[in-house]
DNA sequence: AACGCAATCAACCGCCTTCAC
DNA sequence: GGTGAAGGCGGTTGATTGCGT
């Protein structure tokens, strides 16, 4: 007994967007604006899902989409925000503009956690994998972002607040994007 | 040049939460 | 207050691309 599926399967696309695809949810949106989204594909001439769609929307279609590489003080703070609230990618990306949750989950995935456990750092805890019992993740944390900073970036992130860091990090990065 | 492997990214699935009735 | 529908979120998967052998 599984629950009723979100849309008509049988009749939706699945899989890659086509740009007519996207054309079609882009022209909709501009005219009626975002919201209803289990009537939207009908009413936009899409065979997709009502959650396809929006995801689409969300995740690549948005117009203040930032895209591109993540600097390096969106790095830090995505370590930061996730020290503080975990897998919450949502609120991770809303103090993040212009970036997306799936997107930072990606990002995550990919390139942050390696990072963290090639500095001996557990990922999920933000603490030492060696030495659990000693060392706080703060110090951990500090530990890892110092070593980037002084590694990678040369941009000091010590005693600044997550806000302060969001607004170098976001004006970085408008200025390094263009 | 061909093949295999690893990394990356886009998209889907299913669960949870919220809201309207 | 209970119920169902819709939206939102996080985890996971599959396709594609890049790199090394």
New binding site residues.
Partial sequence: M?????CE?AH??????TKEE?QLLIDYIRTNG???????PKSAGLL?????C???W???LRPDLK?G?FTDGEDQIIVKLHSI??????????KLPGRT???I???W???IK?KLLNHGIDPKTHRSINEPKTAPFQDVKSTFLKTKTSSESGASTSGTTIDEDLRLSTDGGRAVAG
């Fill in positions: 599984g629950r009723s599926p979100c399967k939706t696309n699945k899989g890659a967007w996207d975002e919201g209803s989204w289990r009537s939207l997709r899902c009502g959650k396809s929006r995801l689409r969300i995740n690549y895209r590489n609230f975990g897998n919450k990618w949502s609120l991770i990306a809303g949750d799936n997107e989950k990606n990002y995935n990919t390139h390696r």
